[in-house]
């Protein structure tokens, strides 16, 4: 199955925001515990679907201003490196 995610900055600012967030966006069992970002990474890993995760200036800007939601695009892209079903995209415009 192929999904585009446009990713909210502001649903990624604390650890229990990503961890609901994820869970949502990519369909996480309700088992799955992103209780940190190592967690978050190694489910990226499993993902077997075609993803576009779909970044805008306005998202990176917010998410550059934030610590924790810049670790979370860091683990993001580590992710799209390491799993060739995700992939990162940047596209003008603003989040929805």
């Known amino acids: 199955m192929y999904r585009q995610i446009e990713l909210d900055p502001e649903r990624i600012k604390t650890k229990q925001d990503m961890k609901v ?41 917010k998410i550059c201003d934030d610590a924790y939601s810049y670790k979370v695009l860091l683990v993001l892209g580590r992710a799209a490196e390491e799993n060739p079903n995700i992939k990162v995209l940047f596209r003008e415009g603003t989040p929805r």
């Open 21 to 61: 967030y994820m869970t949502e966006l990519f369909r996480f069992e309700e088992e799955y515990a992103a209780v940190n970002l190592d967690a978050l990474n190694d489910s990226l890993s499993e993902i077997t679907d075609q993803i576009d995760i779909i970044l805008t200036p306005d998202s990176i800007m």
